[in-house]
């Protein structure tokens, strides 16, 4: 089955500095790739998605990139913001199926 | 829009009792909504699937007679924790994917906190 690894697990910047959390999957056939951002004791909050048919997409500071010849995407997020702080979470669909795979959650904090 | 909404956001219940969660989209119909399993610090888990007017598809290892689910219109599914235990104590999570989207698209809700005493 699909396997999902996200790094790193914890990552912490300055204010107004760029971040970057890396996922990587096994299944060539997902084509399907969401970010999430879960604050804390809330749902998982769709933040941006990328099909396999684009390399790259962007909404204001955030952006998805991806490599489907290396199977990894990642999320960039730049002039962080402590309302950035959150555990981020990537996943993959599930090729054939329409379940997604989560990968283990970033939990990224800004220091103001 | 996209508004997925769950009720209760929290219950504590006594060892034994069956308690019910509803998972409601509110601005779109979901032809699919799915159940996750949250544990402190931990991804998500996938509990089930479940598809409107069908019964719904559950993950290996979850015990379908102790977590029923039901999705009974394009809205509207709920799941029900049975005799539920202390290890049953968990925050559960909902999803739905809009019917119309074209993409595999979850929309999640804010969670339930249960507490089993």
């Known amino acids: 089955g699909e396997n999902v690894e996200q790094h790193p697990s914890t990552l912490s910047v300055q204010e107004g500095d760029s971040a970057v959390i890396k996922c990587t999957y096994s299944?060539?056939?997902?084509?399907?790739f969401p970010w999430y951002k879960q604050e804390l004791g809330k749902g998982p909050q769709l933040i941006i998605d990328i099909r396999s048919n684009v390399g790259e997409k962007k909404d204001q500071r955030i952006a998805v990139t991806l490599n489907k010849t290396a199977k990894h995407f990642s999320l960039h997020i730049t002039e962080t913001q402590p309302e950035d702080s959150a555990v981020y979470f990537c996943a993959v669909d599930g090729g054939a199926t329409n379940k997604l795979i989560f990968g283990t959650g970033t939990l990224l904090a800004v220091q103001p | 829009g996209a508004v997925v909404s769950q009720h209760p956001s929290w219950v504590i219940c006594k060892s034994g009792t069956s308690v019910k969660i509803e998972c409601r989209s509110l601005?779109?119909?979901?032809?699919?909504m799915f159940w996750y399993r949250q544990f402190p610090k931990q991804s998500l888990m996938l509990m089930a699937t479940?598809?409107?007017?069908?019964?719904?598809?559950?993950e290996q290892g979850v015990e379908k007679d102790k977590f029923l689910i039901n999705h009974a219109s394009l809205t509207l599914s709920t799941l029900t924790v049975t005799s539920a235990h202390p290890e049953d104590s968990s925050f559960y999570i909902c999803?739905?994917?809009?019917?119309?989207?074209?993409?595999?698209?979850?929309?999640f809700g804010p969670g339930t906190r249960l507490t089993v005493t």
């Open positions: 601005d779109f119909q979901a032809t699919t």
């Open positions: 999803s739905a994917e809009p019917g119309t989207s074209g993409r595999r698209v979850q929309y």
């Open positions: 299944d060539s056939a997902s084509n399907y």
């Open positions: 479940s598809n409107e007017g069908s019964k719904a598809t559950y």
